[in-house]
């Protein structure tokens, strides 16, 4: 008599296959057994979900934020997000492989993964940019958070499918759906809630921080109270010691960030931090002594600096003048809100107006209230000529405000390699610039220094020329300010200039370059034979044959 009862694995034996007949089907494996839930099947469902939901949004926050982060420290964004982009997509392969060793004892598993990453996530901030405070560099601290936290991302979808199919069994194309939907909606909330809540209340070390005690809490609770009976009395001790370890270590780095902000940034930019304020568009930070010279005074925005009262003189007198050769009544000055531009414009008795675009209405309000800047700028602003209006450039020009009609314009924008500045130096851009002109206008550029980085400058010149203008290139010496300026904030990577590029562009035929005569009496460093003088050396050293720079194909790095 044949025994027909199934064996203790719970599945029939598959019938042999008959003669000449098809192969007899693989037996399928044993499902596990649903676990004993504290609560019913289908409330522990949706707490999974729930869980995939917070876990998604805090993985997205980490991304964002190291993004954010490289972008600030480093500059070069597009660089960057393909750096961190890249890495943890691969990493997060890495981590989906790794995770079947864990899927034996999924829960336990999850638990550390997200003990973990809450506390590699929720530390990256403040290691980076210790990192980029004392050792001067970050990108290898960035790829090796970017490697880790892929990773442990990575490991978590496929735990998190073991776990509901051991709350209740459903087909995997069901399964996966409903876990991918939950991830999803999630990393949509953290993408949302990065850029709008968490960057501009809290910051990046502490909105990093606040995420990763938000993540060990959600990934704790769901094992440690939902999935108890799989885990042995030794691993809920230890899974809880873990979570509230993490959590502790993030309270007390919270509790310290703004110390560990004030010495970091002393590390950066000197002792004689004044002023370090974040607008909602870039970090503002003065240095040097609240009385005595304005030429003791530094700014930097967003790390780099972009005002030396040692040198300053000497990069608005030569971008400013050279332009001012000529009609000079009404004047654009494109950028510029620190008030040194207005400044040399203001020299000419003659000028009846000088309009200031500057995108950080809190730069405008650093040039007027600080003791030192305001000093430096004459009180430019209380200038009744002077109208500042707090737009992007870009937009406008475009908008046609105010009309048309400007005898010179001013652009003082930031290094064209720094990547929310390149489409100021398109050729869409020059080609509104050009539109506001006068017959006879003359624009005035900052194109980078010729020095360091030639490429750019004469990138920026074929710029100007695919918009229908004449140019005169030229440079200025003499730069004494020795902090690494352009795109890349880190230090000893192509050295610090020592001089200034610029570009002095018209419609119809190259401008006059000269300076206009009588200026000479209080111009400090600048005079018509030494700009002929630099725009021959410029010349000489002309790179021939580039591209411009367009909106869609920006050629600037």
């Not at 029939?12 to 057994?33: D, F, M, T, V, Y």
């Not at 899974?239 to 902000?261: I, K, P, Q, R, S």
């Not at 304020?277 to 967003?302: F, M, N």
């Not at 950080?360 to 009744?384: C, I, K, Q, W, Y």
Request: with cysteine.
């Amino acid at each position: 008599m044949i025994d027909r009862s199934p064996p203790c694995g719970g599945e029939a034996p598959s019938a042999p296959a008959a003669p000449g007949g098809p192969p007899a089907p693989e037996p399928r494996e044993a499902a596990s057994p649903p676990v004993a839930l504290p609560v019913r099947p289908r409330t522990g469902r949706m707490l999974v979900l729930a869980t995939v939901f917070v876990c998604a949004a805090c993985g997205l926050v980490y991304e964002l934020e190291l993004l954010a982060l490289a972008s600030y420290l480093i500059g070069d964004s597009v660089t960057q997000a393909s750096v961190v982009l890249s890495v943890m997509v691969f990493a997060m392969g890495v981590g989906s492989l790794l995770a079947k060793r864990l899927r034996a004892r999924p829960a336990a598993g999850f638990g550390a993964v997200e003990a973990v990453l809450a506390l590699v996530g929720g530390l990256s901030a403040i290691a980076l940019y210790a990192c980029f405070a004392w050792l001067g560099e970050s990108r290898p601290a960035l790829v090796a958070f970017s490697l880790a936290i892929g990773v442990l991302i990575g490991a978590e979808i496929p735990l998190l499918m073991t776990l509901i199919q051991r709350v209740r069994r459903q087909d995997a194309g069901g399964a996966v759906a409903d876990l991918f939907a939950a991830d999803y909606v999630g990393a949509l909330v953290g993408g949302l809630a990065f850029p709008f809540l968490l960057l501009p209340v809290l910051g990046q070390l502490t909105g990093a921080m606040l995420t990763g005690a938000v993540n060990a809490a959600a990934g704790g609770a769901l094992v440690l109270w939902l999935f108890r009976g799989d885990l042995s009395r030794r691993a809920r001790w230890l899974l809880l010691a873990a979570n509230l370890g993490v959590l502790a270590v993030l309270a007390g780095a919270t509790a310290l960030a703004d110390d560990f902000e004030r010495v970091a940034r002393r590390a950066v930019y000197g002792s004689e931090v004044r002023v370090a304020v974040q607008t909602g568009v870039q970090e503002l930070v003065v240095t040097g002594p609240s009385k005595g010279s304005p030429r003791t005074l530094d700014l930097y925005l967003d790390g780099r600096l972009r005002v030396s009262g040692y040198d300053e003189h000497r990069y608005h007198e030569a971008l400013v003048h050279p332009a001012m050769n000529g009609p000079h009544a009404r004047v654009l000055v494109l950028g510029g809100g620190d008030g040194l531009a207005a400044r040399e414009v203001l020299r000419y008795p003659d000028v009846r107006s000088v309009t200031v675009v500057e995108l950080d209405e809190g730069v405008v309000r650093l040039a007027r209230t600080d003791p030192m800047l305001s000093r430096l700028n004459d009180h430019v602003f209380d200038d009744p000529r002077v109208r500042v209006v707090t737009a992007d450039a870009f937009g406008w020009l475009r908008s046609g405000a105010e009309g048309f009609g400007y005898d010179v314009v001013v652009s003082d924008l930031p290094d064209p390699g720094i990547t929310p500045s390149t489409k100021l130096y398109s050729e869409e851009f020059y080609g509104l610039v050009a539109r506001r002109l006068r017959p006879g206008g003359r624009i005035g550029v900052h194109a980078g220094p010729l020095s360091t980085r030639p490429r750019t400058f004469w990138t920026v010149e074929a710029t100007l020329r695919a918009a229908g203008l004449a140019t005169r290139p030229y440079t200025a010496g003499g730069r004494l300010s020795g902090f690494p300026a352009g795109p890349d904030r880190s230090t000893g990577r192509g050295g610090s200039p020592g001089d200034w590029g610029f570009v002095l562009a018209a419609r119809g035929r190259p401008p006059a370059l000269g300076v206009q005569a009588g200026t000479t009496t209080w111009l400090r460093s600048l005079s018509t034979a030494a700009l002929y003088a630099a725009s021959r050396d410029a010349e000489r050293v002309r790179i021939r044959g580039l591209p411009p720079s367009t909106l869609p194909h920006p050629r600037y790095s």
